[in-house]
């Protein structure tokens, strides 16, 4: 499952795919049923008379975020707003079969080839369910859209504060099914890491790198349910649109160095895993949501902290 050439692959090209990782059966399935526990529990909340339990877990997801216009969305990510104000009832999912996957054993042997053994949770982390282009309304908010549509050109390390810029920031991308080129799946720039951090733009209409910045070779990443996709924080990627009738689903987390900043001080890290003081390691799921509850009373209706890089009025962005 893990070979030493996806060090090399990672150095040279900025990603890397692992395949068969996480068995779909024992470590992702779980994480379907919890989903749709929380999706029958919104259901009930948001469209009691129109809601249909007799579908799959995504395909309800598709339905609740299609008659919803996204606003659902929140309730089923798994951290705290960046762009929408937050509340002292902002909404997340902190269930524990998701803090089970960040702390699966493959998946931290996985991170531990990519920046060792003392592995930190990074909190810049979401859940994501891709619907088809065709569903999304144009009621949807920009936040919602951001993370929910087609993804713009980005490089990870901007979405973080420049304390970070020296983290061993590692990106994991992982389908819950199968991520296709018809269903939205990654695109990537092999290489672009080698640029350093180029400039992005954010405006109502676009956030991202102007694609006049983008070179000619783009790649998609199609992938399977158990696979993983490496990214390095400079890589330059983005994500097709979704065009099939089904929707795309995955998770989008990060991992760090214990140690080192996160880029998000804010919210809240814990330590996955660390070799030398396994005792500080969080193995408890409530503690981890706790933190982030915490973290949300702390931050509730108050000013959200800003790190934007670049102005937005730079002709660039033009």
Known sequence: MLSSNLLDEFTDQGYAIARNVLDPDTVLRPVI??????????????????YDRDTSPVERMLQLMRETHGACFQAMDITLPLED???????MHLGPAVFRLLRNEALLDAVEMFI???ILSNPVQHMRIKPPQRSISAKNKAHTLT????TSWHQDLAVVTEDADRTGLVGV???????????GCLLVVPGSHRLGLVHHCDTPAFQGIP???????????????????????????ASLPNVSDGGRWSFDLRYSPVGQPTGRRW????????RDHPETELTDPDRWADSWRSARRALARKPRPAFARWDPADPLCA
Do not use: C
Request: net charge negative; glycine share 8%.
């Open 33 to 50: 049923d919890e989903y749709g526990s929380v999706v029958d529990r919104l259901g009930k909340q948001w469209i009691p008379d129109e």
């Open 85 to 91: 104000d937050i509340l002292p009832d902002t909404p």
């Open 116 to 118: 060792g053994p003392e």
């Open 147 to 150: 993370l929910t549509g087609k």
């Open 173 to 183: 991308w992982l389908p819950l099914n199968e991520a296709t080129v018809e269903n």
């Open 211 to 237: 694609e006049h910045l983008i070179g000619e070779r783009k790649v998609p990443l199609p992938v399977s349910p158990g696979d993983i996709i490496f990214l390095h924080p400079l890589l330059m990627h």
């Open 267 to 274: 919210y809240p890290e814990f330590v996955a895993r660390s």
